[in-house]
C-alpha cells in the first residue's frame, strides 16, 4: 500500500470523526459554549487543562489569534506536554493521587470560574480528580473525553470513575480506544492517531460557540487578532488592558 493511499485514509478517517462530532454532539458543544459566557458574564475566568498530549488542544485556544482572550492555560508541571525527560514521567504523573487537588488549592481559580478538563481516556487520577475537586470548589466543569473508554477499559484511580463522571458538560470526541485509525499490511500496530485534530477542533468549536452567545446577549466578546496584521498588536493591547483580571498568562 502505498503512502499516498495510507494519508488519504487518514484524512478520510479524520474527516469522519469531524463529521460524527459535528452531527452528534452539537448540543454538547452549544451547551459548553454558554456555560463559558455565563461564567464571563458573572465576572469568572476561563481555564483549560489537559495532560500529556491532551494539552495541545489546550493550549491550542489559550492566546490564540481569533480566540477569547480570557481563556488560561491551567498547567500542571511535568504533565502539561511532553517537555520532562524522560517523556513517561508525564505519563507516571496522571496517575498520582493528590496533585491536581494541589494545582488547584494553590491556584488562580476560584469559585464561578469555569475548567474545561481535556482528556482522552478520561480514567486516569490526575484528570478526574481535576474535574472532581474543581467541582468542590465551586467551579463549573466541561469535559472533552472520548466515552468509549468508560464502555470498555477499567477506571485508574482510586475512585473508580471516569472523567465524564465528574462534569457539568461532557462533550464526546468519538475517539476509539487506542487512538490509532489505521492498520495496513506489513506494519504490526494501528497507527495513525486523530485525537489531536479532532479535539482542537471541538475546542475552536466550543469557543466559537461562547463568542456567539456572547454576542447573542449584548456582549462584545474579546477576542484577539493576529500579531502579522496591521493594528493587530493595538488592538490585542486594548484588549488585554480592559480584561487584565482575567487573562493570567500575560502576568
Not at 220 to 245: C, F, I, K, Q
Request: charged share 20%; proline share 4%.
Amino acid at each position: 500500500m502505498s503512502e499516498d493511499t495510507l494519508a488519504e485514509r487518514f484524512f478520510d478517517a479524520a474527516v469522519g470523526l469531524l463529521e460524527r462530532v459535528r452531527a452528534e454532539e452539537a448540543g454538547t458543544i452549544a451547551a459548553a459554549g454558554r456555560l463559558i459566557a455565563d461564567a464571563f458574564s458573572a465576572g469568572g475566568r476561563i481555564f483549560a487543562f489537559g495532560a500529556g498530549h491532551s494539552s495541545l488542544p489546550a493550549q491550542d485556544v489559550v492566546y490564540r489569534a481569533g480566540g477569547l482572550a480570557v481563556l488560561n492555560l491551567l498547567p500542571v508541571p511535568g504533565a502539561t506536554g511532553v517537555d520532562v525527560v524522560p517523556a513517561t514521567l508525564g505519563s507516571a504523573l496522571e496517575r498520582v493521587a493528590g496533585l491536581a487537588s494541589a494545582v488547584l488549592d494553590t491556584g488562580p481559580v476560584r469559585a464561578g470560574d469555569v475548567l474545561v478538563v481535556i482528556s482522552l481516556s478520561g480514567r486516569n487520577t490526575l484528570p478526574v480528580e481535576m474535574a472532581s475537586h474543581a467541582r468542590e470548589l465551586g467551579l463549573r466543569v466541561i469535559g472533552v473525553t472520548s466515552v468509549a473508554y468508560a464502555a470498555t477499559t477499567a477506571p485508574r484511580n482510586a475512585s473508580g470513575t471516569f472523567l465524564k463522571d465528574h462534569c457539568d458538560v461532557v462533550v464526546d470526541s468519538k475517539i476509539a480506544v487506542g487512538d490509532a485509525e489505521l492498520t495496513a499490511d506489513g506494519i504490526d500496530a494501528p497507527f495513525a492517531p486523530a485525537s489531536t485534530v479532532v479535539t482542537s477542533a471541538i475546542m475552536q468549536a466550543v469557543t466559537a460557540s461562547a463568542a456567539g452567545e456572547l454576542a447573542a446577549r449584548g456582549t462584545v466578546p474579546p477576542l484577539l487578532r493576529s500579531g502579522n496584521v496591521d493594528g493587530g498588536h493595538e488592538w490585542n493591547d486594548r484588549v488585554m488592558t480592559e480584561y487584565a483580571d482575567r487573562i493570567l498568562y500575560r502576568r
